[in-house]
């Protein structure tokens, strides 16, 4: 078996304003790092389009029916002062949740062995009701209620390594006892969530703060203390990934100082949970990472262990 890459053009329909850190070059990037003979073996795929009740298995139909209304006929609307929508933006959305549905569908189904959703908007920090940080629909928490309810799995682990606090998947997967939400991020930094005291309402959330210029060095040393005995003892039967790089060195919006050796380390120690655990099943979905050439290098590195471990 192989990786399964999915992705498609409508992530480049969704147009932010100029200067914009979530642009459509972020995309453009990641496809050109992921040609070449390294990747000959992927299985590329184009993510459908989500249906409504794709959304509603996290979101109210209000929150659905607000971010159609928002979406403007020409030029881009801003949402808040971070999250912007254009015409092609709502089709973006829905094939980016399409494309996380699909990724648990075939990893589950044994087609392949995992799976990279290389698609925007990302969707970590959409609440239940409040699109923000980019952010439209929690593609991530709703991938793993799709794995819940529709495939009937009992124990889904979603780890968010984005350089930014997923408060959205945390919202969205607070109440879900089936469910752990880990989450390392920047301490301070925007959105200011993601305390240790956050627990969820089953004791199902671990917050992970790291300090502002701090390396890979501190995230390996944390995970190894926490992160990975928590996921052993939770005993995951998938391993979803939000797939945020921008605690990169090089990012422009942040102040962690990893490598891309950081998360080479990061995707096979969580490969590693999954292959003793999930019978190796992985979904990583695209986050953050706002250095078009870190970016770029740092998805190669998480895509190249994927492959290695899929065969």
């Not at 912007?84 to 933006?89: D, I, K, N, T």
């Not at 980019?134 to 793993?144: P, T």
């Not at 469910?179 to 301070?188: A, D, E, R, T, Y």
Request: aromatic share 6%; net charge negative.
């Amino acid at each position: 078996m192989t990786t399964a890459l999915f992705g498609h053009e409508s992530s480049l329909g969704h147009v932010t304003p100029s200067g914009h850190p979530e642009q459509v070059a972020r995309i453009e990037h990641i496809m050109a790092a992921l040609k070449g003979p390294s990747f000959a073996a992927l299985d590329r795929r184009d993510a459908p389009a989500c249906s409504d009740d794709d959304i509603l298995l996290c979101h109210p139909q209000t929150h659905l029916d607000a971010i159609a209304a928002a979406a403007p006929a020409n030029g881009t609307v801003a949402l808040d002062a971070d999250t912007h929508m254009s015409p092609g933006s709502l089709a973006a959305a829905r094939h980016a949740i399409g494309g996380c549905i699909a990724a648990v569908d075939a990893v589950l189904a044994g087609e392949v062995g995992n799976a990279f959703v290389a698609c925007r908007p990302p969707g970590h920090h959409a609440e239940t009701s409040t699109p923000m940080g980019f952010c439209l629909f929690g593609n991530a928490a709703i991938a793993a209620k799709h794995a819940l309810e529709r495939h009937g799995l009992s124990r889904v682990a979603v780890v968010d390594f984005d350089v930014h606090h997923g408060n959205g998947t945390q919202d969205l997967l607070w109440n879900e006892s089936r469910s752990l939400f880990v989450g390392s991020h920047q301490n301070p930094l925007w959105p200011g969530t993601g305390m240790p005291e956050e627990t969820g309402g089953h004791n199902n959330v671990m917050n992970l703060p790291l300090p502002p210029h701090s390396d890979g060095r501190l995230m390996r040393a944390t995970y190894e203390a926490e992160v990975f005995p928590a996921l052993a003892r939770f005993e995951p039967e998938l391993v979803i990934i939000s797939a945020g790089f921008d605690a990169h060195a090089d990012d422009p919006l942040a102040q962690l100082n990893w490598r891309e050796d950081d998360f080479t380390w990061l995707t096979e120690r969580l490969c590693d949970v999954a292959e003793q655990h999930a019978e190796g099943r992985v979904v990583s979905t695209l986050e953050g990472g706002y250095d078009l050439n870190a970016l770029a290098a740092s998805v190669a590195a998480h895509v190249s262990v994927l492959m290695e471990r899929a065969g």
